[in-house]
């Protein structure tokens, strides 16, 4: 006889669709079944999204708490959040069925008609310390209560030593007339001694991981689990761990988890889904499926940059920054000198083996390894791998169209000399070039009209490439460069675009 299928059919929210609800229009967010990030900075709507989830569902067991909408969403003077509304895709097993939340006069579905589901709300009350709370300014005579030992708890147990990277050998509750307080034992030092200490001398990220973990381990199976602010409390290590954890615990039980959070470190994690809010010029709100520079840009201020360009010195740094200047991408570039020609194919290969993610691009100055054959030899002595793994590495390697394919730095003082520079400032840099004898070393055929002008290097190079840009065969001379580069950026406009559509 065939087995029947027991599995049971367990729910998730598979989108919320916003509307109108505080100060979120008309976005629409697709939730991961096991483990969600929103990512973003203050006052995007994180907290928002995360109230209107915890709505969603009724209590399914008598000792669940329920919650509402009037509840996080409370009228006062001059706001009672009529004609907020969002509908959220709810599947079971893998049907799907649409359900409408609005507010006229009162918030709609009534809590009755909504479908059960165990709901853990995990705020930010969980973050104030235990002395901070407490009342009282006399001798606290608190006494242990010893708690059974059971699965869950030894579960919390090595969930939180994981996380804090310590030997904690208990958790365990004092009690003081009616409150309850958290206490744990930690192994000192001295391997042979134990330390016991309750909530009122624990540290506040303590108290929220150990409080986090109850949470999220008692929870029944197939609970929708919210957490504000994961990383609030956290150092960044214990963060990542906490998430590693919270993977486990979501594939193994079933749990929906969504958590909300600032902290960029966390895109190091793999196998969760990240949405990062952002604001687009127009104002509407968007939810990316993954992180982008202006992603990182508004958590930290910091650039972060789509493509990274190898050149081999300042010359070639100047030229291939005229080129994104032109292009209208210095911005989102970074240029990064690394040497000799042949250090291109070391840096290559290391740059592959890294499975770097970030898109790159690696410039000769055409005056030597032109060939790909010449090409192959150099890389096959850094880069023993297959041959279609070394055509995508040679892939990233173009030069500069050098026709005399000799030192750049020669075709471009002659090219020079034989235009017609008026402006002043240019008019000096250009009669010094000329004056400079072809009898030096092809490096010093800038270096010397440097020295005589007293300009830096950085400052003399971008002056030469300037004159040079205007001459009839710069376009000709960073064309290669100038079409990898736009292949790049077409490539990364097309996963965007991707990304939106799906």
Excluded at 405 to 416: L, R, T
Aim: glycine letters at 4%; one cysteine or more; charged letters at 25%.
């Amino acid at each position: 006889m065939k087995k029947e299928n027991t599995q049971p059919a367990y729910r998730y929210i598979n989108e919320i669709s916003i509307d109108d609800l505080k100060g979120i229009k008309n976005l629409t967010l697709s939730l991961g079944r096991e483990v969600t990030c929103l990512i973003g900075p203050n006052g995007i709507g994180k907290t928002t999204i995360i109230h209107a989830l915890a709505c969603v569902y009724r209590a399914r067991h008598s000792n669940d708490v329920a919650h509402s909408l009037s509840e996080f969403f409370r009228s006062y003077s001059g706001q009672d959040w009529k004609k907020s509304c969002f509908t959220v895709e709810l599947l079971e097993g893998n049907i799907p069925s649409n359900v409408q939340y609005h507010r006229k006069e009162k918030w709609s579905p009534r809590n009755t008609r909504k479908k059960k589901r165990s709901t853990i709300y995990i705020g930010l009350s969980t973050c104030v310390p235990a002395i901070e709370l407490e009342k009282s300014r006399s001798k606290i005579k608190m006494v242990r209560k010893e708690r059974e030992t059971n699965a869950h708890q030894n579960a919390i147990l090595s969930y939180f030593n994981k996380i804090m990277e310590k030997q904690y050998t208990e958790i365990f509750h004092y009690v003081y007339e009616k409150k309850i307080y958290l206490g744990v034992s930690e192994k000192s030092s001295d391997e042979a001694a134990e330390k016991s200490y309750c909530s009122l001398s624990m540290s506040a990220g303590e108290q929220r991981c150990i409080q986090i973990l109850q949470e999220v381990v008692n929870a029944p199976d197939n609970s929708l689990i919210l957490i504000e602010e994961l990383d609030i409390l956290l150092h960044q290590r214990a963060l990542l761990n906490i998430v590693e954890v919270l993977k486990k615990i979501a594939k193994d039980r079933h749990h929906q988890i969504i958590f909300s959070c600032h902290n960029p470190v966390i895109r190091n994690v793999k196998g969760i889904d990240f949405r990062c809010l952002e604001r687009t010029p127009q104002g509407d709100l968007y939810a990316w499926p993954n992180f982008f520079e202006y992603s990182l840009f508004n958590l930290t201020g910091e650039k972060e940059d789509l493509i990274r360009i190898y050149v081999e010195d300042e010359l070639a740094k100047s030229i291939v920054e005229k080129v994104l200047a032109k292009m209208g991408l210095r911005s989102k570039a970074c240029v990064i000198p690394f040497g000799c020609a042949r250090n291109a194919f070391t840096l290559a290969a290391g740059l592959e083996m890294s499975a770097i993610k970030q898109e790159y691009l690696i410039v000769l100055d055409g005056d030597v390894l032109n060939s790909q054959q010449d090409q192959i030899k150099e890389l096959e002595k850094v880069y023993s791998t297959g041959e279609i793994t070394k055509k995508e590495c040679l892939k990233r390697i173009v030069h500069f169209n050098n026709p005399q394919k000799g030192a750049p730095e020669m075709y471009i003082v002659e090219e020079i000399k034989k235009g017609n520079f008026d402006n002043e400032d240019e008019r000096e840099l250009y009669e010094t070039i000329k004056s400079v004898s072809q009898k030096v070393n092809a490096h010093d055929l800038l270096r010397e009209p440097f020295s005589k002008l007293g300009l830096i290097p950085s400052m003399g190079y971008s002056k030469v490439v300037d004159l040079f840009s205007r001459t009839s065969v710069f376009q000709q001379f960073v064309s290669p460069v100038e079409v990898a580069i736009m292949n790049i950026k077409e490539k990364l406009e097309n996963e965007i675009n991707a990304l939106i559509k799906n």
